[in-house]
């Protein structure tokens, strides 16, 4: 089925375009060739009716850890952070190979039938890189680096080097990128090799930023929770000093934070203009942010008013209820009141592949044909409202580099 049609009841481009009703589309060797107005022009191919259904782009989760999905209920909810990671950790050790493999497939497909198409996951290993390959996902595999020893940055960026040139399962639906997991876990030197590195193979650099308040504490003065972790895993470094400054000003100071892909911005109001001047594109994680019980989360709306990207992620089963794209776009719909529907599934598409240089997330010719589908219950006014009815548990139809999922 190399040429096909798609006839539409309504369309959402992502585009800024206004939706189009009535309409097809024809999709040749996996990409849009052309999207009509109307059904007047002759059917090529195979026709799948979709005439009863909006159709737009599939969901871009963001964010996510899909490596940790088997730790589902495992993990208590509120409490300081650092309590959590410790409890992420003892529970993340005792889960078996098969077991993690099993949880990891099984919670893909719960994101794919909700309507998820691509996928930016930060991977713990390598290894982890052949059983994301197996996944129907377009993806950008980003690997996570942990390492707050000085010591640690050369042997570390050299088996990463190594990955990139072996290219490892790398293919047109898996790329990968670079995670150095956040300003409290990672040495200044390693933060410099990773970036090199990105820059280097023109990758996606991506890290947490401005998560919680005990990791501003650390980076003021080198106190609290974050650093009796680290002592507590004899990852501490006596001779660091702390830079006195907000975790983006600290990022921005050893040359870092310019295009990063920055995780939460749960604290970070204060350098709204210095994180737009060094163009960092940021994802909100609303079901994880709302697991936490945060009291200040990312302000969407400054971002969005300042040009930034901003995309959607659901984070990991460690910290949320469920990997389901359709539970976080409610979940942003009910933190984010200022921010409307279309926005937010702009976020979850075209912003969300943007964020790490996908060309998914938009209907436009020459683009994947990512799609997804949402069958109409009864009249529709407002197409940007379907997809958030409380009902619905899944989409009614997935396409994934132009193969129909479901």
Same mark, same amino acid.
């Given at each position: 089925?190399?040429?096909? !049609? ?128 197996? $996944? ?26 190594? !990955? ?40 996606? $650099? ?12 650390f980076l003021q003065d ?17 001779d660091w000093t702390p ?20 995780i939460h911005l749960n ?36 971002? $969005? ?8 992620? !659901? ?39 943007? !964020? ?51």
């Open positions: 089925m190399n040429t096909f !049609t798609i006839r539409f009841r309504a369309l959402l481009s992502m585009t800024n375009s206004k939706p189009l009703e009535n309409g097809q589309l024809i999709v040749e060797r996996g990409r849009i060739r052309e999207v009509f107005p109307d059904t007047r022009s002759p059917i090529e191919g195979e026709l799948i009716d979709l005439s009863d259904c909006l159709i737009l782009p599939g969901f871009v989760n963001a964010h996510c850890h899909l490596s940790l999905s088997a730790l589902k209920c495992l993990i208590p909810r509120g409490g300081f952070f650092a309590t959590w990671v410790r409890s992420v950790i003892e529970k993340n050790e005792l889960v078996s190979w098969e077991n993690r493999v099993f949880a990891l497939h099984a919670q893909a497909k719960i994101m794919a039938c909700s309507g998820v198409t691509a996928l930016v996951d930060y991977i713990p290993q390598a290894k982890f890189i052949k059983e994301y390959s197996g $996944l129907p996902f377009r993806q950008t595999l980003l690997l996570e680096v942990l390492g707050f020893l000085p010591w640690m940055a050369e042997p570390i960026v050299e088996n990463l080097e190594l !990955t990139f040139k072996q290219k490892v399962n790398e293919s047109g639906m898996v790329k990968l990128g670079l995670a150095p997991h956040s300003p409290y876990s990672v040495s200044p030197k390693l933060f410099r090799e990773v970036k090199r590195l990105a820059d280097k193979y023109k990758c996606p $650099l991506s890290c947490h930023v401005a998560e919680f308040s005990e990791e501003l504490q080198g106190s609290g929770d974050m650093k009796d972790l680290l002592k507590e895993r004899s990852m501490f470094d006596d830079p006195a400054s907000s975790p983006a000003q600290y990022l921005d100071s050893i040359d870092v934070l310019d295009s990063l892909v920055a604290l970070a109001d204060a350098d709204m203009d210095l994180l737009k001047s060094k163009k960092v594109k940021a994802v909100f994680c609303p079901q994880s942010t709302r697991w936490f019980r945060r009291d200040k989360y990312m302000p969407v709306r400054d971002l $969005l008013d300042l040009g930034m990207v901003v995309g959607l992620g !659901t984070d990991s089963l460690a910290s949320s209820e469920s990997l389901n794209f359709l539970d976080e776009i409610r979940a942003a719909e009910e933190m984010l009141v200022d921010v409307s529907r279309e926005e937010i599934l702009r976020m979850a598409t075209k912003g969300g592949a943007e !964020t790490v240089g996908m060309d998914c997330g938009v209907i436009e010719k020459g683009r994947p044909a990512d799609l997804i589908g949402f069958r109409l219950r009864g009249e529709f006014d407002d197409w940007y409202s379907l997809p958030f009815e409380p009902e619905r548990e899944k989409a009614d139809f997935v396409m994934i580099d132009g193969k129909k999922f479901f």
